[in-house]
């Protein structure tokens, strides 16, 4: 049978963050809703975030500017936990992919949700318990994945479901694409101009590319 997705392993180093945190929605009320335009940098005091529309990103920055983007959290999701808990200087931030809404909690909200709705802090802990898998990955496949199994880790996670020919949509640029892989944009050019002259891929359409050869596919997302 023909895989649609693959979930474990390192294969896991690139997914996006999707309705972890839905249940949060219960006590909106309790935070202060703010509304972000597109590039919007979040900038992190003592508070928490949920993401209720848009897309955000985590970028790392070094101190010569050198910039590699960790992940993307999409709506349905608590984001800003690590600044919350552990507030140090951080070298990464948050920006807005898209205009977004948000809402902030404070400490003091945190406190009564701990106290009056246990089950959303255990969901907040498997949340960032996934968080951790994902970064451990991301660090492992970096280290050992070549550029095309990292490309099709990415794509993998990202499948049109029913898709027939089977497609994923990156839904980033090229550029962030290969900022989340972890190579410069011209060797990410490389290994796609290589891959579609194989057949492995079809010619990329905007930011979606038709996979001609699923089983192979599937095996490098999967090694």
């Known amino acids: 049978m023909e895989k649609r997705g693959?979930?474990?392993?390192?294969?896991?180093?690139?997914?996006?963050m999707r309705?972890?945190?839905?249940?949060?929605?219960?006590?909106?009320?309790?935070?202060?809703?703010?509304?972000?335009?597109?590039?919007?940098r979040v900038q992190f005091g003592r508070e928490l975030y949920f993401l209720d529309r848009g897309r955000v990103r985590l970028t790392n920055q070094n101190l010569e500017g050198v910039?590699?983007?960790?992940?993307?959290?999409?709506?349905g999701c608590v984001f800003g936990e690590t600044p919350f808990?552990?507030?140090?200087?951080?070298?990464?931030?948050?920006?807005c992919s898209t205009s977004c809404v948000s809402y902030a909690f404070t400490a003091e909200?945190?406190?009564?949700?701990?106290?009056?709705?246990?089950?959303?802090?255990?969901?907040?802990?498997?949340?960032?318990?996934?968080?951790?898998?994902?970064?451990s990955n991301q660090a492992s496949s970096l280290y050992l994945d070549n550029v095309l199994v990292r490309t099709c880790k990415f794509l993998a996670q990202h499948i049109i479901p029913g898709s027939d020919p089977l497609t994923a949509d990156m839904g980033v640029s090229k550029q962030e694409m290969a900022s989340l892989l972890g190579v410069h944009r011209i060797s990410l050019y490389k290994i796609l101009r290589q891959q579609?002259?194989?057949?492995?891929?079809?010619?990329?359409?905007?930011?979606?590319v038709t996979i001609l050869r699923p089983e192979e596919f599937f095996m490098l997302a999967g090694s």
């Open 196 to 208: 579609e002259e194989s057949g492995l891929f079809g010619p990329f359409s905007g930011k979606t």
């Open 109 to 135: 909200n945190v406190e009564e949700i701990c106290k009056d709705y246990p089950h959303l802090l255990i969901n907040l802990l498997c949340s960032m318990s996934r968080k951790l898998r994902v970064l």
């Open 19 to 40: 309705e972890m945190n839905s249940s949060w929605r219960s006590v909106l009320h309790l935070g202060r809703k703010l509304v972000w335009p597109k590039g919007h």
């Open 67 to 75: 910039e590699k983007i960790l992940w993307y959290i999409h709506e």
């Open 6 to 16: 693959i979930n474990c392993g390192r294969s896991l180093a690139f997914k996006e």
């Open 85 to 95: 808990f552990d507030p140090m200087p951080a070298e990464s931030y948050f920006s």
